[in-house]
């Protein structure tokens, strides 16, 4: 489109002419080519006016740790306990029953009013949220977080793991193995 004679000018072909002048007008009066600064204001002249509205927080400090933690049960059983998701949008009982669907087991979602959690010794804050997940689901909940599926080897990470829009960075993710609780050995 540029002009091979004056690299200033812009040959304006048929779209850009019905664009910049409408399909009614007569072409025998139109001009045929444009500077490049006029086809930049008249291309923009002819855009509608949009807006976006973006909600930004800004904290300081570094960002708030998801908190990971394994505890064993009674005898070979244990606990998954996931707190802090809140502070990246991720809603808990959403997060509960999507946990639960993908790896076939028993979640409960606890809140600052609840008696279990006041139990625990670790109160929750005000307006969080801890999933407490059934068996032993750290590299599992770790890998949906993050959006890697090659942490883990259960099927339930594979599938649809895009679906969360807000994946976290691993530096925010706390991982803790309580008393009697030793790492998943590798398949």
Same mark, same amino acid.
């Given at each position: 489109l540029v002009d091979p004679h004056d690299a200033q000018y812009v040959v304006l072909d048929a779209p850009l002419t019905r664009l910049f002048y409408g399909s009614q007008t007569s072409t025998t009066n139109l001009p045929t080519k444009l500077t490049r600064k006029d086809v930049v204001e008249r291309f923009l002249s002819t855009l509608d006016t949009a807006h976006a509205i973006v909600q930004i927080t800004m904290k300081r400090g570094a960002p708030r740790k998801v908190s990971i933690a394994v505890e064993k049960?009674?005898?070979?059983?244990?606990?998954?306990?996931?707190?802090? &998701?809140?502070?990246?949008?991720?809603?808990? &009982?959403?997060?509960?029953?999507?946990?639960?669907?993908?790896?076939?087991?028993?979640?409960t979602v606890l809140d600052s009013n609840s008696v279990a959690a006041e139990a625990k010794g670790e109160?929750?804050?005000?307006?969080?949220?801890?999933?407490?997940?059934?068996?032993? &689901? &750290?590299?599992?909940?770790?890998a949906l977080l993050l959006g890697d599926s090659k942490l883990s080897t259960h099927g339930g990470v594979k599938k649809n793991i895009s679906h969360y829009h807000k994946l976290l960075p691993k530096e925010v993710i706390d991982i803790k193995l309580r008393k009697g609780v030793t790492a998943k050995r590798k398949k």
């Open positions: 049960r009674s005898g070979n059983k244990f606990v998954t306990r996931v707190r802090g &998701l809140e502070e990246y949008g991720i809603d808990g &009982l959403g997060f509960s029953k999507d946990v639960s669907k993908r790896f076939a087991c028993s979640t109160a929750l804050k005000k307006g969080c949220v801890e999933v407490v997940c059934q068996g032993h &689901l &750290l590299e599992e909940i770790r």
